[in-house]
């Protein structure tokens, strides 16, 4: 009923309708058409309007592996130049340093500049970046 589709809530909506209706005692076939002529007026009506104001696309952020660029990841296997793993939004993803000759440790934490296939591009990461997946401190 929740879903962005709307199409369930908006039947749930005449059955609402007809509920509260046939409260006043009318009788079955009564029912079934104001079930069904409420239920319609809400999926051609009503569900386009809230359609409109609940859709995100177009407003999102960017989905799939461009959204992986700019994250925070923390290094859970040294990484070179050459390999390495790390910890990116909760999935271990092979990654290689952006520069030549540079590493980075156990622990420390660093940003995405890009996805190379499967692989991801990192570079040093600043200190106001947070990890993703570290837990937050106990209270």
Known sequence: MTTLDLLFLM????ALVTAVV?????????QVLLFAVASGLFVFALRPVALKYLRLEGRGG???VAGHVGQTATV???????????KLRGEDWTARAELEGQTFATGDLVTVVRIDGATAVVAAST?????????????
């Open 11 to 14: 039947l749930a909506l005449g």
């Open 22 to 30: 046939a409260g006043a005692g009318i009788g079955i076939i009564w």
């Open 76 to 86: 859970l296997e040294p990484v070179s130049d050459r390999d390495g793993l790390v």
């Open 127 to 139: 200190p106001e970046d947070k990890p993703f997946d570290l837990e937050p401190p106990p209270a």
């Open 62 to 64: 960017p989905m799939g």
